[in-house]
C-alpha cells in the first residue's frame, strides 16, 4: 500500500515510518523539517525522502496515486496550541481537514488520524470509551474534536476515515520530547537523581508507548476497509480497534451526541503482528517502554529531503 504520512520527522512520526516498511508499505513522507537538526541519538536505516512542505501548502494533486494517508502533523501540544489559537486552528483543524478532501480527491482510501484523549478533557473516576462526550479544555483539544467532526463527514464507500485518541505518548525517540510527563520524570531521574511530582500524587494520566500507538496505526492499514468511521481510544491498558458503524447522516452528528443503538462501537478484526496485537493489548510496558529504543543503527540522524 502507498501511505502518505505526515509529520514524519517528529517524535511519533521517525518511529512510526520504518515500522510501517516492515509492514510492507511505500511511505511518502512529508515534514516542514523544523526539527530535523535536534536528534536525541543515532539515526534508523532505510528512511525514505522527506518531502519538505508545509501542511498548509499542499496542492490539488500532491496526493494522487496514495491509497492511504497516516496524519500526524500539527502542533503538538496544549501550551504550544494555546500561544496563538488561530495560528492552531489554522494548522491543527483546517488544514487537516483540507488534507482529508485532498486525499479523498486523489483516490485514497482510508485517512487515519493522531486525535487524543485530550478531547475528553478533565476526568472523573470513570473510564472513558469512545461513546464518552468529549470535553475540550484547549485549543488542541478543540481542534482534535472538530477534526473528527469534519473528516467524519466525508465518510463514505470508498473514503474510511480512522480516529485514533491516543494517551499520552511516552518512549524514547530520536526525536525526543522531554515535554511529556513520563519522558520529563525519567530525563528528571537521570539528570539530577530526582523525580519532581506537580500535585499530591493523586492524578491519573494514561500512557501509551509510541511504538504502540504506531503498531495500531499500522493494524488499522491492515483491516478489511468497509463504511464506518472507526475512533479508538489508546492506552497502555487497551489497544483495541473500535468501529463505529455510521450512515450518512449520522456521521454528520455532533461527536458530543450520544449514539443511537445502531450506531454502537463494535470490535474490528485486524491484521497484527503478534499474538499481544490480536488480543487488543498493547505490548510495551512502562517500565520496559524507557528502556527500549528500538532498531537504531550508527548512522547519523540526518534525512534526505526533497
Known sequence: MKVFVTGVDGYIGVMMVPLLQRHGHEVVALD??????????NGIDDFPNVHRRDLRHLKEGDLEGVDAVVHLAELSNDPLG????????GINHQASVRLAKLAKQGGAKRFIYASSCSVYGAGNNDIKTEESPVNPQT???EC???VERDVSAMADDDFSPTFL???TAFGPSPRMRFDIVLNNLAGLAWTDKAIRMNGDGSAYRPLVHILDISDAVACALDAPRRRFITRSSMSARTATIIASRKSPRSSRRSS???PSNSDRPVPITAATASAS???GKCSVSLA???????????TPCSRRST
Not at 32 to 41: F, N, S, W
Not at 82 to 89: A, C, F, G, K, V
Not at 288 to 298: A, E, I, K, L, V
Open 32 to 41: 516542514t523539517g523544523y526539527y530535523r537538526d535536534g536528534c536525541l541519538y
Open 82 to 89: 494555546q500561544h496563538n489559537p488561530e495560528i492552531t486552528r
Open 139 to 141: 485549543t488542541y483539544a
Open 144 to 146: 482534535k474534536v472538530m
Open 165 to 167: 485518541r491516543n494517551a
Open 256 to 258: 458530543r451526541a450520544a
Open 277 to 279: 496485537r490480536r488480543s
Open 288 to 298: 520496559s517502554g524507557m528502556r527500549r529504543s528500538g532498531p537504531y543503527s550508527s
